[in-house]
């Protein structure tokens, strides 16, 4: 009987291993993209502010062109 029990121990054991190491992998891999989308978008903001840099509006037609405030 103590062998049955020591033997589902083990499982336990081992299966919480097992969770607990994917959770932790799985919340790293969510914080490094998090971290590289907070990156990209500190990026994007600023290469908006660059003058070279053209705003497209969308007019009626469904076209988009250059805004009439432009960056100086």
């Not at 081992?14 to 190491?21: D, L, N, Y």
């Not at 891999?29 to 971290?35: D, L």
Request: glycine fraction near 6%; avoid cysteine.
């Amino acid at each position: 009987m103590s062998a049955i029990l020591l033997r589902i121990l083990i499982y336990v054991l081992v299966f919480a291993a097992i969770w607990f190491g994917v959770r932790r992998i799985w919340s790293d891999w969510q914080n490094k993209f998090r971290a590289d989308d907070a990156a990209r978008h500190q990026r994007d903001l600023k290469e908006r502010e660059r003058p070279d840099v053209i705003d497209l509006k969308q007019g009626k037609d469904g076209v988009f062109r250059p805004g009439d405030d432009e960056k100086r």
